[in-house]
């Protein structure tokens, strides 16, 4: 079994690259969608899928404290759920075709199944982060000898 990298960042998460991608392909795929539709179909199945993302990334703001981690990847998930409605809906009213349907289905359940993943193993991913100084302190008070003023 291959050693899995550390993420240092949400970025290297591969659930949140996953999440990207299909987000690419809802909005390349929807731009063909009838107009009547942007403020419904459209307009929802974009937000969702986006959403994807948006929560797995505050879900790593939030590692710090298990719940809270947990409950944006409950999240997350939920708006991957609410993307494969949108994507059988999309083909109900034939915006798309059986095979594009089943591959985001696909990959709608894939994110899905990662997010579980996750939230079943979210110890691995919280508790307090390495201390580091990201930045060099900032000074707070003028050095009395700096005096500027010609007095």
């Not at 403020?39 to 590692?63: C, H, M, P, V, Y």
């Amino acid at each position: 079994m291959s050693e899995l990298k550390h993420a240092d960042s949400f970025r290297d998460l591969i659930v949140y690259q996953k999440s990207r991608q299909l987000q690419r392909e809802i909005l390349k795929l929807t731009k063909s969608f009838p107009k009547e539709e942007m403020f419904s179909l459209t307009d929802q199945i974009r937000r969702s899928s986006r959403a994807i993302g948006a929560n797995i990334t505050e879900a790593w703001a939030k590692r710090r404290y298990e719940k809270h981690f947990v409950s944006k990847l409950t999240d997350s998930d939920g708006e991957q759920m609410e993307t494969q409605h949108w994507i059988e809906t999309a083909l109900e009213c034939e915006y798309i075709d059986q095979k594009t349907s089943a591959q985001l289905i696909e990959k709608c359940l894939e994110i899905g199944r990662m997010l579980g993943g996750m939230m079943d193993k979210a110890e691995l991913f919280c508790g307090d982060p390495p201390r580091s100084v990201r930045e060099e302190q900032a000074e707070y008070f003028a050095d009395p000898g700096d005096d500027d003023t010609d007095n």
